[in-house]
């Protein structure tokens, strides 16, 4: 049985005093991390507020990126060690952002898996399709490749412990989510591609989320779906009663 996941992904929002503010308001609401995860993905000049306000509790701590090499010359990155020693469960990796604004490539996030897996810190792997793509109908093809070249020589035990988010670049930030049969469809090619680079048990264990506009009104219906495993939320995360809301989905 696969875990719910539900995690908020800031973005560049909140400072490190709004981040202990934060996890100060929710703390004692969340659900058990056995029944539903509920994880917050923060800027890294915020995590070790992140880290020491959630301490004792289920909220679960991640980062929004990190590079992958864990020292050396590489002015202005986050080291994946380090993020291990700050006790991070997660990090981000390949988000739609971060490869349109700052150019990460599928081999860049690819190298980033792997330095997260060396340092037992667990990746969610984005990916998904942009409307131009989404309009020729290439939306499988596209997310397929993606996923293909960021699991490149991961083993199947690494693979089974993965989150995959599934984003269409087209539903973030505009109030606009794919329909929750679209979402499932595409959560199920990726689980299918899955199967086919390494086996149903593994297929089977990655835990899948869609990401894009997810809200407390839509957050039901899309965990409904059997390939749907939790979401991937930037704006409803920031806020202490919306992101309750959506950890709490199943109450
Ligand atoms: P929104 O929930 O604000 O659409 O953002 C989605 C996202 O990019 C999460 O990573």
Redesign the pocket.
Known sequence: MRTPIIAG?W?LHMNPAQTTEFVAGVKDQLPDSNKVEALICAPAVDLDALASAAKGSNLKVGAENAYFEDEGAFTGETSPKVLAEMGMDYC?IG???RREYFHETDADINKKAKALFANHITPIL?CGESLEKREANQQAEWVVGQIKAALKELSADQVSQLVI?Y?PIW????GKTASSDQAEEMCKTIRETVKDLYNEETAENVRIQY?????PSNVKELMAKPNIDGG??????LKPDSFLALVNYQD
């Open positions: 992904n973005k981000v988000h739609s952002e984005c988010a984003e539903a973030i930030g505009t990401g894009g506009s997810v809200n991937l939320v930037g704006g409803a995360s």
